[in-house]
């Protein structure tokens, strides 16, 4: 019993006390920042999240590889790691969105969903042929650092005892009848987030001939969070954001 005192002591608090407002190291590569007037290819992204004519970044493509970074002043990344959004159509960043003002707009947090999830949420978490990066993010939401399991929200076993879905990887045609019948047997009213750039547009593999993304075209996507892998905090925040005013 004293050796377990003493080593909470010298540890301290290992948890994040505050998700809301932890502080990204700087080397984070988060939401990009556009500048007009500087000269970029747009061939050099490997996903064709990247246009010049208008310049444009869609985070739903981005891999946040850098390519285009390191290759033109016309982009910067900043450790801004809040990325979610509602709205497919608002991960499409142009210069003149600020951080900041992504923020007030990206997601919308509506009456009902708030007064159904906002204190405990579930998610079956299905991997439709990802890299297993992203998954091991999600599973790392719940660990120590981050505990996610404090503000109600946790991953299950069966898609009968959740909530709503998370989805990640491209969607290949092995798991499309899958994801569906998951989705199916999920009760109403249910959630349905894309997690990841492979999720969101397919990403690396958008233009593979093995995937089935007919999944996408005919349930509503409910939120979209950005990333390669995603970030623990980013998915945490996107989900609070979403299920709490």
Do not use: W
Not at 129 to 152: K, P, T
């Amino acid at each position: 019993m004293f050796d377990t005192l003493k080593a909470r002591y010298y540890q301290g608090k290992q948890y994040i006390k505050d998700i809301q407002k932890a502080q990204m190291r700087e080397e984070f590569r988060g939401f990009p920042i556009l500048f007009e007037g500087e000269s970029c290819d747009e061939n050099i992204c490997p996903t064709g999240a990247l246009k010049t004519n208008p310049l444009s970044i869609d985070m739903g493509k981005c891999t946040f590889c850098g390519a285009c970074e390191r290759a033109s002043k016309a982009i910067q990344f900043t450790n801004g790691y809040k990325l979610t959004s509602s709205d497919r159509n608002k991960l499409i960043v142009t210069p003149e969105v600020s951080y900041e003002y992504y923020l007030k707009t990206a997601v919308e947090a509506k009456e009902e969903i708030v007064k159904t999830f906002g204190h405990s949420l579930k998610f079956r978490q299905v991997s439709a042929a990802g890299c297993n990066g992203c998954e091991m993010e999600l599973n790392a939401c719940s660990n120590v650092n981050f505990d996610m399991g404090r503000y109600g929200i946790d991953f299950v076993a069966s898609p009968r005892h959740a909530d709503g879905i998370v989805i990640t990887g491209p969607i290949s045609e092995n798991m499309a009848y899958a994801l569906e019948d998951c989705y199916k047997s999920v009760p109403n009213p249910k959630l349905v987030v894309l997690c990841g750039a492979c999720a969101i547009s397919g990403g690396v593999f958008q233009n593979s001939a093995k995937l089935n993304r007919e999944f996408l075209e005919k349930y509503p996507i409910d939120l979209y969070i950005p990333g390669c892998p995603v970030h623990p905090l980013t998915f945490i925040n996107g989900i609070l954001s979403y299920i709490r005013k």
